[in-house]
């Protein structure tokens, strides 16, 4: 499995690596995680709907955080990705905590996937 980052989810990333340092090593278990499930698997990982985009369109919701010791998986930060059945690649779109914002972006998704 290929995997790759949009320019704003990198920089999501990199605002948030001051809030939560272990971040990137997270995501990196997440990775290993997705060539297992690569198409999600509730309750972990969940498709978002009603985007009306051929696109496969997911929503980790139980993203285990390590430097938050003792929330485990209900961090609350959540990663949005997309997936290329045939390429065999997922593409992280947006990562952000609940604590800053309620739901994805869906201009972010519709600006880059159609």
């Given at each position: ?16 690596l ?41 929503k ?16 609350g ?7 290329f ?19 994805h ?10």
């Amino acid at each position: 499995m290929e995997f790759s980052y949009l320019s704003e989810f990198e920089k999501d990333l990199k605002r948030l690596l001051k809030k939560y340092p272990t971040l990137e090593e997270d995501i990196k278990i997440l990775k290993q995680y997705l060539q297992l499930y690569p198409d999600g698997k509730i309750p972990i990982v969940f498709p978002v709907g009603d985007l009306g985009i051929e696109t496969k369109i997911f929503k980790v919701k139980k993203f285990r955080c390590r430097y938050l010791k003792g929330k485990g998986s209900q961090s609350g930060i959540r990663i949005i990705y997309a997936y290329f059945i045939e390429e065999k690649r997922i593409e992280f779109i947006e990562i952000y905590s609940k604590s800053d914002k309620e739901n994805h972006d869906k201009d972010r998704i519709f600006s880059n996937y159609k």
